[in-house]
């Protein structure tokens, strides 16, 4: 089982759609958690960072821990067809000061239809 | 700034060829890693360094070797490619320090490597 786990899709809505994106994870270690946004052939780019459990909004975006089930989400409000990407959950746990390793789900792909 | 920035940004290689891969930053960060991405795999790390002459290996750091010789640079080496080293790889860096907020990675553009 890998440690972190997210629906590969694809996903496809309309414009203007709430788009909700998940993963899940076994690690009760992991506390940091992000959210990276990838466009077709370019690297990923960071979209969301969170710490711990609760909630964090940014624009159209919200993105909500729970670190109880061991669960992430991020919502995409009025989606638009520029939204159109591969989305990729991180996480991090407590770090030793040597290593700053991220643990990454395997994405998913999301398309926003005009 | 230029961020991160990668060298080349496509190759072909027959297999028992040799590259390395050149990965430039001009944030001063102390982190670098480096990534290969596959299909349903997601992101695995290769290897990285916490500075400048130091690296570590990460969760598939097999048929590669990396060098630090610069805080600026951090290079891939494939000394005898094989077909299963097809992929795209990237290369990230990040802040050192205690907070949690430097495990924020910024990644370059990628890298596509095919072995025949």
């Known amino acids: 089982q890998k440690e972190v786990e997210q629906d590969p899709g694809p996903l496809s809505v309309p414009e203007g759609a709430i788009v909700s994106l998940n993963c899940t994870y076994s690690?009760?270690?992991?506390?940091?958690f992000m959210w990276y946004r990838q466009y077709s052939r370019k690297g990923p780019e960071l979209l969301m960072y969170t710490y711990s459990s609760g909630n964090k909004e940014d624009g159209r975006f919200t993105a909500q821990v729970d670190k109880s089930s061991k669960y992430i989400s991020l919502f995409i409000r009025d989606s638009q067809p520029s939204d159109s990407a591969t989305y990729l959950c991180a996480m991090s746990g407590v770090s030793s000061g040597s290593a700053r390793q991220l643990t990454f789900g395997s994405g998913t792909q999301l398309t926003v239809l005009p | 700034n230029a961020g991160v920035t990668q060298t080349p940004k496509f190759r072909v290689l027959k297999t028992g060829q040799s590259m390395t891969l050149l990965c430039a930053q001009d944030m001063n960060h102390e982190y670098m890693y480096w990534y290969r991405q596959d299909p349903g795999m997601g992101l695995r790390l290769i290897h990285y360094?916490?500075?400048?002459?130091?690296?570590a290996k990460g969760e598939v750091p097999d048929g590669y070797n990396v060098s630090r010789l610069k805080k600026q640079n951090f290079l891939l080496g494939l000394e005898s490619a094989a077909p299963s080293q097809t992929s795209v790889y990237f290369c990230?860096?990040?802040?050192?320090?205690?907070?949690?907020?430097?495990?924020?990675?910024?990644f370059g553009p990628g890298t596509r490597l095919t072995v025949l």
């Open positions: 360094s916490v500075g400048e002459g130091t690296t």
């Open positions: 990230a860096s990040g802040e050192a320090g205690t907070s949690g907020r430097t495990d924020t990675q910024y």
């Open positions: 690690n009760s270690a992991f506390q940091y």
